[in-house]
């Protein structure tokens, strides 16, 4: 779901105002900049998920110094989440927000996984099925009223306290899940290797999984993004590595029921993250740009459901300014008001000892990109 960071740089420190980038070649899309909500030396590292239940209520979870992190949103500022009943474990790598009193948070170490959910007092572990997916421990969670979603290595149902297991084939890993219903949902994942595997696509209509035609991604791309809409649409994304260590490739495909068509676009140069629908018929883009390979700023792309349009997110004052320093993991709809929260981290320079810090970073956009 979230690329493991394998690049990082040192540099020194600037500070700058973030303004609104258009991407050559492509069309008007939404005009909203990005604001940030948390930088700096604070409760976390770096933050992997975000989910709202509404505009006072949000989550965000990652980690700091080797243990894990969940953030809390009460509508006026982030801070670290101090309801009882919390284990410790190494990260938190997913949250699912149904609403302020139905929350679920997924996490792990190094040989096990824990569940929990809120209840709107406290946090309680929810037995889980299932061996901790050493491939990708970093597995997907989505919760609507009456079920809970999981991912990895098979593909998991909870509801009414029990659990239904839908095994996967051999080398299949599911990377990101997307419920529209308790009886409507997609998944995407691979099958691995990358180079010879391909991407795999499943539907959940309350009953079972059903795998869909093969995405016509660019060969060697990794899918690990799924965004389902409402009308029907579903979106598959992920990114390939170019040829003589270029920039990344990312692609995104839309399912219409019927067939797969490509709305990569003018998207491009970017370790694609996270994708999310903007609730207007587009969507929302994001991960760690790569379009200048010297310097580093973080971007969200607008897809308005015709072109792409490149916004330059707001960037931290104590950033590093060179590439790869910015790194932001996942988006989500703040609430009912069409603003989103993006959620990743970022470096800082390093310092006279050679040293350099990684700052959990959350950012909201300041106006509605519907």
């Given at each position: 779901?979230?690329?493991?960071?394998?690049?990082?740089?040192?540099?020194?420190?600037?500070?700058?105002?973030?303004?609104?980038?258009?991407?050559?070649?492509?069309?008007?899309?939404?005009?909203?900049?990005?604001?940030?909500?948390?930088?700096?030396?604070?409760?976390?590292?770096?933050?992997?998920?975000?989910?709202?239940?509404?505009?006072?209520?949000?989550?965000?979870?990652?980690?700091?110094?080797?243990?894990?992190?969940?953030?809390?949103?009460?509508?006026?500022?982030?801070?670290?989440?101090?309801?009882?009943?919390?284990?410790?474990?190494?990260?938190?790598?997913?949250?699912?927000?149904?609403?302020?009193?139905?929350?679920?948070?997924?996490?792990?170490?190094?040989?096990?996984?824990?569940?929990?959910?809120?209840?709107?007092?406290?946090?309680?572990?929810?037995?889980?099925?299932?061996?901790?997916?050493?491939?990708?421990?970093?597995?997907?969670?989505?919760?609507?009223?009456?079920?809970?979603?999981?991912?990895?290595?098979?593909?998991?149902?909870?509801?009414?306290?029990?659990?239904?297991?839908?095994?996967?084939?051999?080398?299949?890993d599911i990377r990101d899940i997307d419920a529209v219903s308790a009886d409507d949902a997609y998944a995407t994942g691979m099958q691995y290797p990358v180079?010879?595997?391909?991407?795999?696509?499943?539907?959940?209509?309350?009953?079972?999984?059903?795998?869909?035609?093969?995405?016509?991604?660019?060969?060697?791309?990794?899918?690990?993004?799924?965004?389902?809409?409402?009308?029907?649409?579903?979106?598959?994304?992920?990114?390939?590595?170019?040829?003589?260590?270029?920039?990344?490739?990312?692609?995104?495909?839309?399912?219409?029921?019927?067939?797969?068509?490509?709305?990569?676009?003018?998207?491009?140069?970017?370790?694609?993250?996270?994708?999310?629908?903007?609730?207007?018929?587009?969507?929302?883009?994001?991960?760690?740009?790569?379009?200048?390979?010297?310097?580093?700023?973080?971007?969200?792309?607008?897809?308005?459901?015709?072109?792409?349009?490149?916004?330059?997110?707001?960037?931290?004052?104590?950033?590093?300014?060179?590439?790869?320093?910015?790194?932001?993991?996942?988006?989500?709809?703040?609430?009912?008001?069409?603003?989103?929260?993006?959620?990743?981290?970022?470096?800082?320079?390093?310092?006279?000892?050679?040293?350099?810090?990684?700052?959990?970073?959350?950012?909201?956009?300041?106006?509605?990109?519907?």
């Open positions: 779901m979230h690329v493991r960071h394998l690049l990082r740089a040192t540099t020194v420190s600037v500070a700058l105002t973030a303004t609104l980038l258009t991407a050559g070649g492509t069309g008007s899309a939404a005009t909203s900049s990005w604001e940030l909500s948390l930088s700096g030396d604070s409760a976390a590292e770096s933050l992997m998920s975000v989910s709202a239940a509404d505009a006072d209520h949000a989550w965000a979870v990652g980690r700091k110094a080797m243990h894990g992190v969940i953030m809390r949103w009460d509508g006026g500022s982030w801070s670290a989440d101090t309801a009882p009943g919390l284990p410790d474990v190494w990260q938190w790598s997913a949250v699912s927000a149904v609403s302020a009193d139905d929350v679920w948070a997924y996490g792990s170490d190094e040989d096990s996984q824990t569940l929990v959910h809120y209840d709107g007092e406290r946090w309680s572990t929810v037995p889980t099925v299932g061996a901790l997916d050493r491939s990708w421990p970093e597995v997907p969670l989505d919760a609507v009223p009456g079920r809970l979603f999981k991912g990895g290595d098979a593909l998991y149902t909870y509801a009414d306290g029990s659990w239904q297991t839908f095994a996967l084939p051999p080398l299949v180079n010879g595997g391909h991407p795999v696509v499943y539907h959940w209509d309350g009953t079972t999984w059903t795998l869909l035609p093969q995405p016509p991604l660019r060969t060697g791309t990794d899918a690990a993004e799924i965004v389902a809409t409402a009308d029907g649409s579903v979106y598959v994304g992920g990114w390939a590595d170019a040829e003589n260590a270029g920039a990344p490739v990312p692609g995104i495909v839309r399912w219409d029921g019927t067939d797969w068509q490509d709305v990569t676009g003018s998207l491009g140069e970017l370790y694609l993250e996270s994708i999310a629908s903007d609730g207007a018929g587009g969507l929302w883009a994001t991960g760690s740009d790569k379009s200048n390979g010297v310097r580093s700023e973080p971007f969200v792309w607008h897809y308005d459901g015709t072109a792409w349009t490149k916004q330059a997110a707001a960037l931290a004052p104590d950033a590093e300014p060179r590439w790869p320093s910015y790194w932001l993991h996942d988006l989500a709809p703040a609430g009912d008001s069409g603003t989103f929260w993006a959620v990743g981290d970022y470096d800082t320079p390093m310092d006279g000892q050679g040293d350099t810090e990684i700052h959990g970073l959350i950012e909201r956009s300041t106006t509605s990109g519907n």
